[in-house]
């Protein structure tokens, strides 16, 4: 015999209390795009941010691989240009690690 699957998700709602907040458009527009570039709907960024939850932010991680990207070029017109000696393109890339390094302490640490 079959057992019936109990109902998850949306179809077995656990939130059942229901804020109202009044925003400006402009308001509204900045919550729209946090909420959009950390991944989440409206309701989940604002539920997370107001509970002090930690909101993971997307575009905090594609920052970090365009900028360890940068950094590979970086790296690869430094060998392919046979400039291992040249002292800018070292600080370039010393800069950059620096950078991503400090950058990745910042994230984890919120």
Do not use: W
């Not at 209390?17 to 989440?40: H, L, M, N, P, Y």
């Amino acid at each position: 015999m079959s057992e019936k699957k109990t109902r998850t998700g949306s179809e077995n709602r656990k939130r059942i209390v229901k804020f109202t907040a009044r925003f400006t458009e402009d308001e509204a527009e900045i919550v729209r795009e946090k909420a959009e570039s950390s991944g989440q709907t409206v309701s989940t960024f604002i539920r997370s941010s107001s509970l002090d939850k930690v909101v993971n932010c997307r575009t905090d991680d594609r920052m970090i691989d365009e900028i360890m990207r940068l950094g590979r070029l970086q790296k690869h017109l430094f060998v392919e240009g046979k400039r291992t000696g040249d002292k800018e393109y070292a600080e370039v890339l010393v800069a950059i690690t620096e950078y991503v390094n400090a950058l990745r302490r910042e994230l984890m640490g919120r």
